[in-house]
């Protein structure tokens, strides 16, 4: 018997070769462009912290202290007379709106000086204007 021999047909396969590279600029520009995204996405995961260790920690206290409100009021007494510190610091503010006019809200700065030797109080209002109130 004669043995016959016959070869299995291979398969064929073709094998596309890729299209050469594009040599413009704006190739070269969309490269470029692609290396720095791909450069910071490397640097991005690089800087990640590794993951943290969780601990349980007691939860800080905090000391409140609790601020009241103290209603003071001033009072100078001098040769049987009593004045009232609020009563002066309103005449003052009187003074600067009914007499000079202006806001109540402009002052940002009031001295009052109570002097029972003078029989009044001498004022300074925001550092400039200055005067003086009988009590």
Not at 46 to 52: I, L, N, S, T
């Amino acid at each position: 018997m004669a043995t016959r021999a016959t070869k299995k047909a291979e398969p064929k396969t073709t094998v596309k070769e890729a299209p050469a590279k594009k040599t413009t600029a704006k190739a070269v520009k969309e490269e470029a462009a692609e290396a720095k995204t791909t450069a910071k996405a490397a640097e991005k995961t690089a800087e990640k912290p590794a993951a943290k260790k969780t601990t349980t920690r007691k939860p800080a206290t905090r000391r409140t202290t609790k601020k009241s409100e103290v209603n003071t009021e001033v009072y100078v007494q001098f040769w049987g007379k009593e004045v009232y510190a609020k009563d002066v610091v309103a005449s003052i503010k009187n003074i600067w709106t009914e007499e000079m006019g202006n806001k109540e809200e402009d002052i940002t700065d009031l001295k009052v000086y109570i002097k029972p030797e003078d029989n009044g109080a001498h004022y300074v209002i925001n550092n400039d204007i200055t005067g003086f109130i009988g009590l």
